[in-house]
């Protein structure tokens, strides 16, 4: 479920770090998608590889990432964002940095609004 309270606040944005990590493993194949992701993918008519592609073009158009928060503790490891996937649908995704070179990425619909900022 998407919690967020998000409204342009740089202090939750992501570190370009963790947005470096996220743009590698996209790149290069290196994900593993959550049970949300893999659910939906299927429904919006794309593969996994579409879905790593969008998040690239979202940290190449330099769009936000943030720092995920659950009943207001913030996950180190988690971020969201907004992500476009083809024209006029966007989708929110969580991507999970491991301890290794992959991360995981859940996706699903929005559920909450307002929306992510992109």
Not at 23 to 37: E, F, N, Q
Not at 41 to 69: E, P
Not at 93 to 103: D, R
């Amino acid at each position: 479920m998407c919690e967020s309270s998000h409204e342009d606040n740089s202090a939750d944005l992501a570190s370009s770090e963790a947005i470096q990590k996220i743009w590698r493993a996209c790149k290069y194949d290196k994900v593993r998608l959550g049970s949300s992701a893999q659910s939906n993918l299927q429904r919006w008519r794309i593969g996994s590889t579409d879905l790593q592609t969008a998040v690239v073009q979202h940290i190449d158009a330099g769009r936000k990432f943030y720092k995920k928060y659950k009943k207001g503790v913030l996950l180190e490891k988690n971020f969201d964002a907004n992500v476009t996937i083809y024209e006029g649908k966007d989708v929110y995704v969580e991507m999970i940095l491991t301890g290794s070179v992959f991360i995981i990425l859940n996706a699903h619909e929005h559920t909450m609004h307002p929306r992510l900022p992109q």
